[in-house]
């Protein structure tokens, strides 16, 4: 287990890790001065600074820039220039940070397979490619075209890297005066060229919106023949004065701004506009194309495969921003996609490899078949609006809004989270109110009228702090009664509700948000984002939601917050939810049921045919002069529509149908040949009704009414209704997706009928079968079919064997599955918790017997030495075999704590690999008369070395033990160095770490001794004089070949068979046995170490207590 230390650190390690980025400083401000740009100009240059004259188009803010200061610094800038901000002319100044904005396309693996079919046939999102078919897409582009729209007219910017003017497919329809390129200062938005072809990005979003059509050349633009412009931007440092002139370019002139890119989308940042740019937004939809409100479309985001959640960007997160998801050709969730509740609508983008994915114009005048991600969506839906302002002109940015929520469809887009909000509207954190369609956009903005003017209803900020424990739900709820006492303010109808919400948390990934309409319609705000580690948590940040679109906004609304702790984190820090506060953007009154005219709203715009340009004016005023002549269509029906004919070309425009009406009138209905599943054919009334909940297919539309189920349902045969899970007494059956009733005696069962796992009363469980139950001492014979007594030696059985016994008799112990007198050798007997007998558990490995427990051995196998209770192997060195030197020691891995090599003939004490693990090592009975150096190096942690009975004849043979700073254990008994003269003062000289010495412990007083002995200049050379360490040296010269051991004396004999002979157990014999392998007379020593033991605590407390 950790240390308390340890275990704290690794608590905050995360945190550390997930630090944010240090905020970049460039060498702009941006400044708020009044008087005009002249003031300006004079106070930038009385502090050094050159203005760059008006932000954009807002009013009294300027960009200043200073040549003398850093270019990037993760510093402010400090200095004489700073005390600008002191002026009494200036009422706001900020240094512009450099932020991150990535482009929202998907970056391709190379590897795969890419389609060179002809570019117009790849246009899979626009037309069929079966002419002979009367087959559509369901963003009816191609619709919208036959009825004349193709964005004449209307003007398009792209906000990007840059739009290449000559590309042969946009040159045609390129507008200078929708263009700037605010990176370099100038008109032209040209990108900047380089071998990867980095900045491709926004040429490919331009060719989505206006190819030029029929020019043989790549492709068509949804809006072919809009005039289309590039505001460059993304190729430089992205500050919020960037941000700010870009949104702010020629508004009178640009009608739709498209923006692929954002925030980084890993799934960690949360980002969003800064002051200026928020500014601009807000500019932007009041004072735009003449007070109709600009229209800023934007991709809502690549980071699906980070976890990431739209809501915590705040371009997409904002209600003057249209935000666009996309889907696959078959109508799945592309990998890429971001979730949120701030997504208005979809179209079409790539998918998985081997979807097909966008075509479109790319750099160096060329094509490509690969543009991709969110960043193919917002263009797309950029050239749709411009069709439906060619439609209708005057649309104002909120008219925009609605048509899209009205017409957009969810079609066969699959979702898990597709709902019906209070106002009977689809919608879904996928892909919003769905697929837009191009045809029922134009048709509807034909004849629309402009929705009433927008109130803004801020409700009561609610700070009261609360808490938000891990894995634990808060629920705080607000009631609202819209501003109805505020006639200006008052919101019946919502458009979109803001939450802003101030939260500290540890870790603000864990939190997940969600906001419950009085309506019922519930919205997730935040999802867990799991690289979200940062400890900043939310202050003031809102979150927007469009699903409560249509609802009435009176009544209770519900904030939820979970903690869902993914990761470890100190308890003691908890999240907290501050404070939070409701936003609601909406009508007084129903937006679709106003009464007014064209010309009233035109007067009150104050818009004049002298504001705008001459054929935007001559399109306006021929719009106003035939808005109430509702076009009549005479095309070709569906083959679906009945005899009353159409409204249009699609099956959702039949008058009535030839086989049956699928959909409801709030939602919208289509003609169908044949009911979904989910669905029932009412054939009298030519409807498709639909089943109960659970239900694929159904005889009506009660619970009780279903003949089959959906994915994840079982049928009750029973009740003929579909439930998530079947109840007791049945079982799942995984292929028939039905609820099988069990065996008779089964209360449950699993996979089949006859295989219980769980028995009613008066029954239990025989393997799998359900039998009655019999008294102890008895089992149920299956054959007999009545209760039989168990063996005698069983309590419980399954049968009359003995190996049939569950639990067994008392004095009984259960070995291996059998029920026994007494364990078997190899195991020991143990008593377990709410069993009426003991249990034969199996010793450690290459333990014969042991005592209590597993690790407590008193007898090992042969090749195993006894140590501490547990069985060591003595075979390393093959004991007996009488080896000459130590080899091949690296075979046994460091795998062992004890060596023992004992009985050899080796000469000499070297020949080690490196053995951390080793700490005790037995030579005894060898011929050893050298130790090797680097001892210390190879065995680090040698802490017992036991040479009794060798050959060692000098002490300076043994200075090469003095390194090993762990060597406190040593035995030279039966060595003719012991003989010599003051041979234990200089051993306890020389190796001052020793605690015991031949089998003696080390006294205090001995250390004195021996450090006074050879302290000095004379001591040093007594102890040089007694080394005499031979110069040439042959081991084993001069000795017999065969060694004769020194026996023990009469005495020593007497002893040993003393300590046989009162020896009672195995375990003190194997003891003994020890003892006599390491030189110890049984008896005599032991006194001797017990005495001394005792000699030298007392020492050792006399020193302390004097210390």
């Avoid at 040429?203 to 072919?224: D, F, K, L, P």
């Avoid at 090993?964 to 008994?973: E, G």
Wanted: hydrophobic share 30%; charged share 25%; proline share 5%.
């Amino acid at each position: 287990m950790l240390p308390t230390t340890g275990r704290l650190l690794l608590l905050f390690l995360p945190a550390c890790l997930a630090a944010n980025p240090r905020t970049v400083f460039s060498n702009h401000w941006a400044v708020r001065i009044p008087g005009g740009p002249e003031v300006a100009a004079e106070l930038a240059a009385q502090y050094g600074y050159l203005s760059l004259g008006q932000i954009g188009n807002l009013e009294n803010y300027y960009h200043f820039y200073h040549s003398r200061t850093i270019k990037r610094s993760t510093y402010a800038s400090r200095g004489t220039h700073s005390f600008l901000r002191m002026h009494p002319k200036v009422e706001w100044m900020q240094q512009q940070e450099v932020k991150k904005r990535v482009k929202r396309h998907v970056r391709t693996d190379p590897n795969l397979v890419n389609f060179n079919d002809p570019i117009w046939p790849n246009m899979w999102y626009l037309h069929c490619s079966d002419k002979s078919s009367r087959c559509r897409s369901e963003m009816n582009v191609m619709s919208a075209w036959q009825r004349g729209y193709t964005g004449k007219n209307v003007v398009v910017s792209i906000l990007d890297d840059g739009v290449e003017k000559n590309h042969p497919d946009l040159i045609q329809n390129y507008d200078p005066h929708a263009s700037h390129d605010v990176n370099g200062d100038d008109q032209d938005p040209s990108p900047r060229y380089d071998a990867s072809n980095e900045n491709k990005h926004g040429t490919r979003c331009a060719g989505e919106v206006a190819a030029s059509a029929n020019n043989s050349h790549c492709i068509v633009g949804i809006a072919y023949n809009a005039r289309i412009g590039g505001i460059r931007m993304l190729d430089g440092d992205v500050t919020d004065v960037v941000e700010a002139k870009s949104l702010g370019v020629r508004p009178d002139y640009i009608d739709i701004y498209s923006s692929s890119w954002g925030p980084d989308d890993d799934g960690k940042t949360v980002d969003g506009p800064g002051p200026l740019a928020r500014k601009a937004f807000e500019d932007g939809i009041k004072k735009g194309r003449k007070g109709l409100g600009s229209i800023f479309v934007w991709a809502s985001g690549n980071g699906g495969r980070e976890g990431d959640y739209c809501s915590c960007d705040g371009y997409t997160n904002s209600i003057y921003t249209i935000s666009i998801s996309s889907t696959t050709e078959n109508g799945y969730k592309p990998w890429y996609l971001e979730e949120c509740a701030s997504t208005l609508a979809t179209t079409y983008s790539s998918g998985a490899f081997y979807e097909r994915k966008i075509v479109t114009t790319d750099l160096r005048q060329g094509c490509t078949d690969d543009h991709t991600g969110t960043s193919v969506s917002a263009p797309m839906v950029a050239g749709v609006i411009a069709l439906a302002l060619e439609a209708n002109p005057v649309l104002n940015w909120r008219d925009v809004q609605h048509l899209l929520v009205k017409t957009s469809r969810s079609v066969h887009l699959r979702a898990p989270d597709w709902k019906t909000n209070g106002a009977g509207r689809k919608v879904s954190h996928l892909y919003g109110f769905g697929l837009v369609d191009a045809d029922a956009m134009v048709v509807e903005a034909k004849k629309w009228r402009t929705v009433p003017p927008q109130h803004v209803c801020i409700g009561a900020s609610d700070r009261r702090p609360r808490f938000i424990r891990a894995v634990q739900l808060i629920r705080t709820t607000t009631q609202t009664n819209a501003c109805v006492d505020n006639a200006g303010h008052y919101v019946a109808y919502l458009e979109h509700v803001v939450v802003r919400v101030t939260i500290s948390h540890p870790r603000r990934g864990d939190l997940q948000i969600y906001l419950i309409s009085p309506s019922g319609t519930k919205s997730q705000l935040l999802a867990k984002r799991t690289f979200d580690s940062s400890n900043e948590g939310f202050k003031n940040w809102e979150f927007m939601t469009v699903h409560c679109w249509g609802e009435k906004a009176e009544g209770e609304w519900t904030l939820e917050i979970h903690d869902s702790s993914s990761q470890l984190r100190n308890p003691e820090i908890q999240g907290k939810l501050k404070e939070w506060t409701l936003i609601f953007y909406g009508t007084s009154e129903h937006p679709y049921n106003h009464i007014g005219t064209q010309h009233s709203r035109i007067r009150t715009l104050d818009i004049s045919a002298t504001d705008l340009e001459p054929s935007k004016s001559t399109v306006i005023q021929s719009h106003l002069e035939f808005i109430d002549e509702e076009e009549e269509y005479s095309g070709p029906c569906h083959p679906e529509c009945g005899d009353r004919g159409c409204d249009g070309p699609t099956a959702e425009q039949c008058l009535n149908c030839v086989h049956y009406s699928l959909g409801s009138v709030k939602a919208g209905r289509r003609c169908v040949s044949s009911c979904p599943s989910g669905f029932m054919a009412d054939v009298a009334g030519r409807r498709c009704r639909r089943c109960f909940r659970g239900c694929e297919a159904c005889i009506g539309r009660g619970h009780n009414q279903c003949s089959s189920c959906k994915r994840g349902f079982y049928l009750q045969l029973d009740s003929s209704s579909c439930a998530f899970s079947c109840p007791l007494g049945t079982y799942a059956d995984e292929n028939l997706k039905k609820c099988i009733r069990c065996q008779q005696n089964c209360k449950k069962c699993f996979g089949s009928s006859d295989k219980c796992t769980f028995c009613k009363d008066g029954f239990s469980l025989l393997g799998s079968l359900c039998v009655p139950e019999c008294e102890q001492g008895t089992f149920y014979n299956t054959v007999l079919m009545k209760c039989e007594k168990c063996h005698s030696s069983c309590h419980t059985c399954m049968g009359s064997g003995k190996e049939q016994c569950t639990q067994c008799a008392r004095d009984f112990h259960l070995h291996e599955w059998r029920c026994v007198p007494a364990c078997s050798p190899g195991f020991y007997s143990e008593d377990v918790p709410g069993l009426p007998h003991k249990v034969c558990r199996r010793c450690e490995d290459n333990c014969v017997s042991c005592e209590a427990s597993g690790r407590n051995c008193v007898r090992c196998r042969e090749g195993f030495s006894l140590l501490s209770g547990s069985c060591v192997s003595n075979n390393t060195c093959n004991n007996g075999y009488k080896i000459p030197v130590i080899e091949n020691l690296g075979a046994t891995l460091d795998q062992f704590d004890t060596i023992d090599c004992s009985d050899n003939e080796i000469r000499k004490l070297d020949g080690f690999p490196l053995l951390k693990r080793l700490k005790t090592l037995l030579l005894n009975n060898n011929r050893i008369c050298r130790i090797g150096e680097g001892i210390e190096h190879a065995l680090p942690n040698l802490t017992e070395l036991i040479l009794t009975n060798n050959s060692i004849t000098e002490l300076g043979d043994l200075d090469n033990l003095s390194p090993c700073k762990h060597l406190t254990y040593i035995s030279l008994l039966r060595n003719p160095v012991t003989n010599k003269r003051h041979y234990r003062m200089y051993v306890i000289y020389k190796i001052p770490q020793v605690r015991v010495l031949d089998f003696e412990k080390v006294k205090q007083s001995e250390r004195e001794e021996a450090a006074n002995m050879f302290k000095g200049k004379r001591g040093a050379q007594l102890a040089k004089d007694i080394a005499k360490r031979s110069k040439t040296f042959v081991p084993g010269a001069g000795l017999p070949t065969e060694k004769k051991k020194a026996g023990p004396s009469p005495g020593d004999v007497e002893a040993i068979k003393n300590a046989i002979a009162n020896a009672t157990t195995l375990a003190e014999v194997e003891r003994l046995n020890g003892l006599l392998q390491s030189g110890q007379i049984p008896g005599k020593d032991h006194v001797l170490a017990t005495s001394e033991e005792a000699e030298e605590e007392m020492d050792e407390d006399v020193v302390t207590n004097g210390s």
